[in-house]
């Protein structure tokens, strides 16, 4: 194995042929209807979510190269909830996954270490993180250091999908540099460190980076030409292949867009709501995979 | 109970007589030596956290209002140790404690929903939890609302106490305005939802000021007059209670300190060295809770 994340991440996608990310945003309330009961018990639910992970995961795990449970599901059930995220991520490893734990943890000093201990270093943990860099390089730092020591990825949050992101990260300098093209330098910058480059030419520091801005995106690849994009927003949230493949290099590489429940609740959405919910979730991921794959590399 | 947070929190403060927090930020390696050993394993070391967090709180609650157990460490030990979280927050609150839980979460949509679930609502969570505001309103609002329904607090990142927070946070648009200072402006204008607002005048969305930049303290209570102010960077920090005090109104109310490991760690350093752990604890939080209180009250 590759000890350095980004090349990792680039092997993955060319064995699977597009660069796509599954999310795995288990809500017990859109689980499929025979995996759902209105009377479980919190215990009952989450054994329900750890047969929809084990099944989503088999699907895809043929289909994509990376998958990116998201914690915030699994902590609404506390204790348990967060020992089936570590075991979600050591079967979607097992499977020959590429794992992305999307946590967007955001601290500093021991308190960040502990966050990058309990997140990211050693092996049964996510292949990287996301993590959010409003306190500064002492936030980002000691997930780092882990990603240098142990072959792994952080994806800083630079630029998010969501509807009010604007709000505040569009507040500009009097140069007309708005702030998260600020958080892109610093990226850019802490991402330059030896122990983080590829032999690929990207580091394993990387980027959140919305397609829902495209034009945004173009400007962020000048700014960011050695970071990895992790691209949010394709499907539930509006954007289209076209407006995702604004976020990859001229030649096609060095970014992954993610997905999720446009593909793993497909059965709840036309045009696959007729197939059963498992038929359903591979149709859409092929789909989806097929779609960024063309739209990216032509 | 009074049911708004913010009213709950001033009452708990007059009745403990000093505006402080105590952080409960467990280290196995930084534990009393009669509580540690070099060959551990994880369930012993959690078992010994647990014992420390358990006569920490038992110590403090007889001297000051309000606790902030910090999730970081407690997920070093992946599920066991956020049942620990749990437990050691019920056990705050069954002490008359109030509980902010440090976790700095931040995502949007239906996340930040499920972080609001698994980390506010309801009786068995913390009264406030700390959240990241890079998203924009779309991050805070689902904290929001659970606070306005289940009578708990959130308290926004805005101007934090590290070192490198200048990098981002004082990042200036043309007029000389700062991004935290926008950040300030959303959060008092979030804040003045009438579901949050209590009777004394404050918010029950409050902000997290630093206390080592005391004039910026003293500007963002300008902009944010019904804001709770928690305030880290006491003590280990390097910040004292004279900095400390500018986050405060006229009236000496509408903040409280944080100390973390000055107080639990006390034991490490002089002039409480040469006392048993324990008390060198209890010492450290009564000096603390002195110190700050002349500064704020005369």
Chains 1, 2 share one sequence.
Request: hydrophobic fraction near 40%; proline fraction near 4%; glycine fraction near 10%.
């Amino acid at each position: 194995m590759n000890d350095n994340f980004a090349d990792r991440l680039l092997e993955a996608i060319e064995e699977k042929g597009s660069p796509v990310c599954v999310g795995i945003d288990p809500s017990y309330e859109r689980l499929p209807d025979d995996l759902r009961s209105d009377s479980a018990s919190p215990d009952q639910q989450l054994s329900a979510i750890r047969q929809f992970c084990q099944t989503v995961l088999e699907i895809v795990a043929g289909i994509v190269p990376v998958v990116k449970p998201q914690s915030a599901y699994f902590e609404v059930y506390r204790g348990k909830g967060v020992s089936l995220y570590y075991e979600t991520v050591r079967l979607a490893k097992d499977m020959g996954l590429v794992v992305i734990g999307d946590t967007k943890r955001g601290d500093i000093g021991s308190t960040a270490e502990a966050y990058a201990k309990a997140h990211l270093a050693g092996p049964d943990t996510p292949d990287a993180l996301t993590v959010n860099g409003y306190l500064g390089t002492d936030g980002i730092d000691p997930f780092c250091e882990v990603a240098a020591r142990d072959g792994k990825g952080v994806f800083v949050l630079v630029r998010t999908s969501n509807q009010s992101a604007s709000q505040t990260q569009d507040f500009s300098d009097a140069a007309g540099q708005k702030f998260y093209q600020h958080i892109a330098r610093q990226t850019a910058s802490l991402g330059d460190n030896e122990g983080l480059l590829g032999q690929r030419g990207f580091s394993s520091l990387g980027a959140v980076v919305g397609a829902t801005y495209p034009q945004e995106a173009a400007e962020l690849r000048e700014i960011m030409p050695r970071q990895l994009f992790l691209v949010p927003g394709y499907g539930a949230q509006g954007a289209g292949a076209e407006d995702c493949a604004a976020a990859f290099d001229s030649n096609g590489a060095g970014a992954i867009v993610n997905a999720s429940r446009s593909v793993i609740y497909a059965y709840q959405r036309e045009p696959y709501g007729r197939l059963g919910w498992e038929e359903a979730i591979e149709a859409s991921a092929r789909d989806f995979a097929d779609d960024i794959q063309k739209a990216v590399l032509g």
